[in-house]
T-cell receptor, first 115, second 113 residues
Framework: NAGVMQNPRHLVRRRGQEARLRCSPMKGHSHVYWYRQLPEEGLKFMVYLQKENIIDESGMPKERFSAEFPKEGPSILRIQQVVRGDSAAYFC???????FGYGYTFGSGTRLTVV | SQQGEEDPQALSIQEGENATMNCSYKTSINNLQWYRQNSGRGLVHLILIRSNEREKHSGRLRVTLDTSKKSSSLLITASRAADTASYFCATDANTGTASKLTFGTGTRLQVTL
């Protein structure tokens, strides 16, 4: 069991470009969560997805950010027209069916740097 | 408002000593979890305590939960240099269909030889 896989580990984008972050949950996990961590801060919830379904996107910025978890393939967090303030570590976590009540397994994160 | 505030923000101890970190939160919860994060790495789940539990142990870790005070503590006994990391508490409010964790800002623990 390879755990939660995120790629790329590091991503550098120029202002105005698009960033695509991928997350493959643990085998058997059907719930995916995306969190963002700014330097020296805790993680902030962004979005919670199940297969083909966005359950809670209350932490997503209203513009430029979107997330999906298709029937096949990894979950994608997409940031359009990146700005310097998007520079952060983005973590994905997954949990088994039932979602809550279990410790979440986190990936190693994608560190996005916008130059 | 921020749920899950850790105290202290930073803690430096010598190897062999015990480390205690505290976490306070604001709303009702279903469970509270503690995670460790080594510098530049992802989070590792340490322990989960449910709202109807008061204390839980896992190896050198001891977690307490006081729902009346909305607080939790994480005790690491006989600390080692490898325990150096940031420790975060996270609350799971489970508001119905959605489940998400709310993290505190963390305690940076430094264990010196």
């Amino acid at each position: 069991n390879a755990g939660v896989m995120q790629n790329p580990r590091h991503l550098v984008r120029r202002r105005g470009q698009e960033a695509r972050l991928r997350c493959s949950p643990m085998k058997g996990h059907s719930h995916v969560y995306w969190y963002r961590q700014l330097p020296e801060e805790g993680l902030k919830f962004m979005v919670y997805l199940q297969k083909e379904n966005i359950i809670d996107e209350s932490g997503m910025p209203k513009e430029r950010f979107s997330a999906e978890f298709p029937k096949e393939g990894p979950s994608i967090l997409r940031i359009q027209q990146v700005v310097r303030g998007d520079s952060a570590a983005y973590f994905c976590a997954s949990s088994p069916p039932g979602g809550f009540g279990y410790g979440y397994t986190f990936g190693s994160g994608t560190r996005l740097t916008v130059v | 408002s921020q749920q899950g505030e850790e105290d202290p923000q930073a803690l430096s101890i010598q190897e062999g000593e015990n480390a205690t970190m505290n976490c306070s939160y604001k709303t009702s919860i279903n469970n509270l979890q503690w995670y460790r994060q080594n510098s530049g790495r992802g989070l590792v789940h340490l322990i989960l305590i449910r709202s109807n539990e008061r204390e839980k142990h896992s190896g050198r870790l001891r977690v307490t939960l006081d729902t009346s005070k909305k607080s939790s503590s994480l005790l690491i006994t006989a600390s080692r240099a490898a325990d150096t990391a940031s420790y975060f508490c996270a609350t799971d409010a489970n508001t119905g269909t959605a489940s998400k964790l709310t993290f505190g800002t963390g305690t940076r623990l430094q264990v010196t030889l």
